[in-house]
């Protein structure tokens, strides 16, 4: 199965587990730095791009914003609406073109770990541009360009976890990792490659966060410690500028 075909479809085949799956780390350490990156979402129309079954959609409603999600998996878009509040909008469609929104149509645009999973990650960021009103904000989650060069985890003595390697950081291209028991693939960037693209579309890069977890949230989850040794997700604050 050729590239572009198995992206698009391994998350129709693990969305069900993926929907079963632990979410802590995003719940419990992520989204308050998304949160943030956001700022005041009420009253605000929010896209979310690459929604998954719209755990991050339903948290924006409560806060007061607009919501759309969108997503290519048919599954996850059926349970992002069974869970819905009614109040969120969840529509099937393709992050690389975003076909069907109409230009500067939301005030803010999020991209919670999508990019990754795409081979034409310039489409993307381009089709969040167009979609966004001059102004608005896009905040892009990835997993971090350090963690994804080597796809297999940490390397360990026992149950030790002594340290994550870094390797072929600059050769860009697929890497395969186990997900929900499942082979997975993403697509590894490096850092310069992403903000490169951000900047050639227009957008003006406003904040770069590498989220670390609070002493509270060490507290609740001593397993958050491994978030200080080696960085694990970026978030990216972008603008695009008024005209
Ligand atoms: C790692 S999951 C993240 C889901 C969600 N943003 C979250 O944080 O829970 C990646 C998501 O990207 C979606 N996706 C992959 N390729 C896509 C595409 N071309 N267009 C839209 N969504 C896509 C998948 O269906 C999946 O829901």
Not at 179 to 191: A, P, S
Not at 211 to 240: C, G, W
Request: net charge negative.
């Amino acid at each position: 199965m050729d590239l572009n075909r198995r992206l698009r479809t391994q998350w129709t085949e693990s969305a069900q587990d993926w929907i079963r799956q632990d979410q802590a780390i995003r719940v419990d350490m992520l989204d308050s730095w998304m949160l943030n990156a956001l700022g005041d979402v009420s009253g605000r129309d929010v896209i979310d791009v690459g929604c998954g079954e719209g755990r991050f959609c339903r948290l924006l409603s409560e806060l007061g914003a607009r919501v759309t999600g969108i997503d290519l998996t048919e599954p996850l878009i059926e349970r992002a609406r069974c869970l819905g509040s009614g109040r969120e909008s969840y529509l099937i469609g393709d992050a690389e073109n975003l076909a069907g929104i109409d230009d500067e149509s939301f005030d803010a645009a999020v991209s919670y770990i999508v990019l990754v999973d795409l081979l034409d990650y310039r489409a993307a960021i381009d089709a969040a541009f167009r979609v966004l009103r001059p102004g608005g904000r896009f905040v892009v989650c990835i997993v971090h360009p350090m963690r994804m060069a080597v796809a297999g985890g940490w390397i360990r003595r026992g149950s030790e976890k002594l340290f994550y390697p870094l390797d072929d950081y600059t050769k860009e291209g697929p890497r395969e990792f186990l997900m929900v028991g499942r082979k997975f693939l993403n697509i590894h960037r490096t850092l310069s490659s992403y903000v490169s693209a951000f900047l050639a579309t227009g957008f003006v890069l406003e904040g770069l966060w590498e989220p670390v977890p609070s002493d509270e949230q060490l507290t609740a989850h001593p397993d958050f410690e491994d978030e200080l040794r080696a960085p694990n997700f970026l978030i990216y604050s972008l603008r695009k500028p008024r005209a």
